[in-house]
C-alpha cells in the first residue's frame, strides 16, 4: 500500500516561488514514476492537468509545456520524498497540485506519465495560489 502526502503549497504573488513536497509511504520507491498534476478553480477531477513526472531512477523527467523552465521535478531517496520546485508563479498556475505514483520499475509506461489514468496512487492535494 502507498500513501502519498503533499505539502508545502500557499499563497504567493506573481513572480515568486513556492516548493512543493509530495511525501512517499510504502515499499521501493524507487521503483515508481511520480508525477505532479494540478486542477484549476472550478476543475472537475477528470479535468486535472499534467504538469511533471520522473521515473522511478529520477534519469527521466517530462513537463508540460506552460512549465518548462520554471517548474523543476525531483526526487530524494533518502527521504522517499518528491518535490516540485515552482518559479515565476503566474495567476494562471493557481490550483489544488496532486501527486501520483505509479509502478514501473523498467520505465515501460514513460509514454503515458502525463495520463492521469495511468496512476494507481494520489494525494490529498496542496492549493497554490497566485496573485497578480
Known amino acids: 500500500q502507498v500513501v502519498l502526502v503533499e505539502s508545502g503549497g500557499g499563497l504567493v504573488q506573481a513572480g515568486g516561488s513556492l516548493r512543493l513536497s509530495c511525501a512517499f509511504s510504502?515499499?521501493?520507491?524507487?521503483?515508481?514514476?511520480m508525477g505532479w498534476f494540478r486542477q484549476g478553480p472550478g476543475k472537475e477531477r477528470k479535468e486535472r492537468e499534467f504538469?511533471?513526472?520522473?521515473?522511478?531512477?529520477?534519469?527521466?523527467?517530462f513537463y508540460v509545456d506552460s512549465v518548462k523552465g520554471r517548474f523543476t521535478i525531483s526526487r530524494d531517496y533518502a527521504k522517499n520524498t518528491v518535490y516540485l520546485q515552482m518559479n515565476s508563479l503566474k495567476p494562471e498556475d493557481t490550483a489544488v497540485y496532486y501527486c501520483?505514483?505509479?509502478?514501473?520499475?523498467?520505465?515501460?509506461?514513460?509514454?503515458?506519465?502525463?495520463?492521469?489514468?495511468?496512476?494507481?496512487?494520489w494525494g490529498q492535494g496542496t492549493q497554490v495560489t497566485v496573485s497578480s
Open positions: 501520483a505514483a505509479v509502478r514501473d520499475p523498467y520505465q515501460r509506461y514513460s509514454t503515458g506519465y502525463s495520463k492521469p489514468d495511468l496512476y494507481d496512487y
Open positions: 510504502g515499499r521501493a520507491f524507487g521503483s515508481y514514476a
Open positions: 504538469v511533471a513526472a520522473a521515473s522511478g531512477s529520477g534519469t527521466s523527467t
